[in-house]
């Protein structure tokens, strides 16, 4: 089976003010990267528009309604120091939510093995209600609960291996035992969040901080000491990516040294899982990465991996 591509253009109009690492050029320079004739093989479809009944899964309603309200017809709107809205946020973050969950069904449906959607604004950071780090909805969270209530999963399991710690993920499934959630991250960093001792209630949350300038072979030494064992031991039956490629050496926003290789050495460790539990089923949905080039490469990387299932 193959590998599907969710995008769409609107998550170019969410806009951002001058200078800020997360914007519209992110995304033109992974379009650009995949249009290469190496991934002419891809499955491709528009992310459609996400529903606010996923969506209160995972945020509660009057969370959704306050973002709504403070969607701007023009300019900017501010919700914390770093995190805008623009008057085509919206539309961007409910298509980001949307794109994750048709990536659920077209690999659960097994109409292809596993699927990257390529969406921005990230997700990671925005918690149950509240947004931050340039987050609104939480697109895995979301995803993993769609997952559980369309398809009856009693195991889903998220894999994170941005620079900066998923607080919100976290937040969303501290108590949950059904949704393991596991991370590598830079610390200390933003958040601040990710100690190896933050477990959850239930003991399904699994933080491998890396110190800063740790590179490939200590990202490798955390993954396969705490994160793949743990992972084996839950048994998903569903794999999760939140892939974040601003842990590579050329980024600004971090200070953690992996390549490319090092994305596609760990895209290949958790399809491993994912096959070993899960039928092979993989979706990952795309996080940060603010270098152009580093995200452009790392991204080729972690596709041409799942295109090799």
């Known amino acids: 089976m193959s590998t599907l591509l969710l995008h769409h253009s609107s998550y170019l109009d969410h806009l951002t003010p001058v200078g800020h690492p997360e914007r519209p ?3 033109r320079a992974v379009d650009r990267i995949l249009e290469h004739e190496k991934f002419q093989a891809l499955e491709r479809d528009l992310a459609p528009v996400g529903t606010v ?5 995972a945020h509660p309603m009057s969370y959704v309604d306050m973002l709504h309200n403070l969607s701007p017809d023009e300019g900017l709107a501010r919700v914390d120091a770093d995190t805008t809205m623009s008057p085509g946020t919206w539309e961007a973050a409910l298509r980001g939510v949307g794109g994750a969950c048709r990536a659920v069904d077209e690999v659960l449906d097994k109409k292809v093995q596993n699927a990257f959607s390529a969406s921005r604004p990230p997700g990671h950071h925005a918690e149950k ?3 931050m780090g340039f987050c609104f909805f939480n697109n895995v969270a979301v995803a993993a609960r769609y997952a559980q209530n369309k398809y009856g999963l009693d195991r889903v399991a998220i894999i994170d291996f941005d620079v900066h710690h998923g607080n919100g993920t ?5 108590s949950d035992p059904s949704v393991m959630y596991c991370s590598t991250h830079q610390m200390p960093l933003y958040p601040g969040s990710g100690a190896a001792d933050e477990t959850g209630d239930a003991g399904t949350i699994v933080n491998a901080p890396l110190p800063p300038g740790a590179d490939g072979t200590v990202f490798k030494e955390a993954m396969d000491s705490v994160i793949l064992p743990r992972l084996n031991d839950f048994r998903p039956e569903l794999v999760i990516i939140s892939a974040g490629f601003d842990a590579h050496m050329r980024d600004p926003l971090g200070g953690l040294n992996f390549t490319e290789t090092d994305f596609a050495w760990a895209t290949r460790a958790l399809m491993g899982i994912a096959d070993q539990h899960a039928d092979g089923r993989v979706v990952s949905v795309l996080e ?3 270098d152009l080039e580093g995200l452009a490469r790392s991204v080729a990387a972690h596709v041409l991996t799942l295109m090799d299932a």
């Open 25 to 27: 050029d992110r995304l």
């Open 53 to 57: 009944e996923d969506i209160a899964r």
């Open 129 to 131: 209600d509240r947004a």
């Open 170 to 174: 976290q937040d969303i499934f501290w």
């Open 288 to 290: 940060g990465g603010y």
